[in-house]
């Protein structure tokens, strides 16, 4: 896409990767729920992929593209349809007989919001020019991902940040997509689902190798010693917002273990993100 769509960002969320509409939109492009899910993003009560800024940005270009193709000619339609939906921008134009944004009347909302990402990038094309300066304290350090799947123990964030050596305000300014809860609590990642974090370059390797040692794994020790324990099977009616990961979270279990039990097809999104196709209305087994 075009890199000044990027400029979409400062109008959206003021580059707040937690940013929180009254509305339920949510991270630094402010997706909704609905169209996050749309684009591949999980997002539930645990993790909000709207707010993870590399996988949030892939959903956004996804749907400018499916917006630029809607408005080839105009990209200030583009970004008013961003605003307010590519199905009000057409009725618009019709209704007015316009072909153009700027011959248009959009509402007021709309018409501040493109000339706002106008004012944008005038502003940080070239910020000396209008009195400002970089930044100098921005963080610019390498990160690099891993994805953790837990068996039978919670894993706190404060272990996280133990096992990994980072502090728990660099473990939480890392990744916005994971929800901490109240700051006076420390928080943990629930066994039996993944997560995957961002971590600074070099971590990943060590941090999974304490896992292993320390039993938090599926897999190790700890998980496989099964024997004596009761087995639980539940019947799931899949819902319209459900995904795999959150029917997964709601049980505790792991979701590759759903997609096992149930031989569902397992697909790997534009994102990168292996996951499991369901659909609302399907029954599934659940085996805890």
């Known amino acids: 896409m075009h890199p000044d769509l990027a400029y979409?960002?400062?109008?959206?969320?003021?580059?707040?990767?937690?940013?929180?509409?009254?509305?339920?939109?949510?991270?630094?492009?402010?997706?909704?729920?609905?169209t996050g899910k749309m684009y591949g993003l999980r997002v539930d009560s645990f993790i909000d992929e709207r707010n993870h800024p590399e996988k949030s940005a892939r959903a956004a270009a996804e749907h400018l593209r499916m917006l630029s193709d809607i408005f080839p000619d105009d990209p200030f339609l583009v970004l008013a349809a961003y605003n307010n939906g590519d199905y009000n921008v057409r009725t618009t134009l019709e209704n007015q007989k316009s072909r153009d944004f700027w011959s248009s009347r959009s509402n007021s909302e709309t018409e501040l919001y493109v000339e706002k990402i106008i004012i944008y990038k005038l502003l940080l094309s070239d910020p000396e020019a209008f009195g400002f300066s970089e930044n100098e304290f921005q963080d610019h350090s390498s990160r690099e991902t891993c994805t953790i799947v837990l068996g039978q123990q919670d894993l706190p964030f404060s272990k996280i940040c133990e096992l990994a050596g980072i502090s728990y305000r660099e473990l939480y300014k890392m990744n916005p997509h994971i929800n901490f809860g109240s700051y006076k609590d420390g928080g943990?990642?629930?066994?039996?689902?993944?997560?995957e974090l961002i971590l600074p370059e070099g971590r990943s390797d060590r941090l999974i190798a304490e896992l292993k040692d320390n039993n938090y794994l599926t897999g190790s020790d700890a998980d496989t010693s099964q024997s004596g324990l009761s087995i639980l099977e539940d019947i799931y009616e899949v819902k319209f917002n459900d995904n795999i990961e959150s029917i997964a979270f709601r049980f505790r279990t792991d979701w590759r273990k759903i997609a096992e039990i149930n031989d569902l097809k397992i697909i790997t999104l534009s994102s990168g993100t292996e996951t499991a196709e369901v659909t609302a209305g399907q029954k599934l087994r659940i085996i805890r």
Do not use: N
């Not at 943990?188 to 997560?195: D, Q, W």
């Open 8 to 34: 979409i960002i400062p109008v959206e969320s003021e580059f707040d990767p937690r940013a929180l509409s009254p509305a339920q939109a949510s991270g630094l492009w402010q997706l909704m729920p609905a």
């Open 188 to 195: 943990s990642i629930s066994k039996y689902t993944s997560a």
